[in-house]
DNA sequence: AATTACGGTAAGTGCAAACTTACCATAAAA
DNA sequence: TTTTATGGTAAGTTTGCACTTACCGTAATT
């Protein structure tokens, strides 16, 4: 496989960079900033951004002595598109039509 | 966060897992099928199915002493709508237009 | 009834990876 | 220029988790 995504999946499989991810929802942020509230410390912070990067979850810019990291849209659309090969519309509006018919049958 | 995607994406963060998911594309299998040609044994392999399938990423059913395991849509689901919170095509579309802009600029 | 195929689980091992503390470099403030 | 804020990285520890072997239960063959 070698997918470009993989490193994508494996970023996000860990739930801590999940958090670290999410926080960046509401806009770009500062290292300090991010570890702010967090349950682990600044440097691991530091490591998962590492990561973040590196599978394009997120990108940084140098802002005099802060790095500012925002979310970056390439990973996403990376894990998006792996995940369109197994996604199968007209499987799942067959399951709907199947489950509604059973429901109907032990009324 | 504690969504309901967590599981999923932890799930599919390992490789042995993604390669599992991944064969499954093309059909529902049995374990040993599964495993067959996998670099892991079959008891791993059941560890493995046993994770996705509490991950909503496949379904099992029995047939006779064989388990049959096909792809389930729900854990794919979660995933996307996790996805596509993050997902701005807006922003998208003007990083492209920024992106032609700069390659004009340096012809 | 004996054998074979299938596969789930328990127990134990080894290693990758998520942490910590300590340190250093750089840029902005004082 | 001294101090403070910021954050990356090195080194070491620990712990979770992916794996193995061994075992057992069940269903289909013979």
Redesign the pocket.
Known sequence: MTAASAKSF?AL?????RAIFEKLEKGPL??????EGM?????????????LKEAKLVT?E????????RINQKGIELMLKYLDRFWDDALVSFKKVAEETEKRKTK
């Open positions: 494996q499989g860990d739930p801590t960079r500062s290292v300090v900033h991010i570890a349950e682990v410390s600044r440097p691991a912070v530091s490591q998962h951004l590492k990561i940084m140098q802002e005099g002595t802060r790095s500012i990291y």
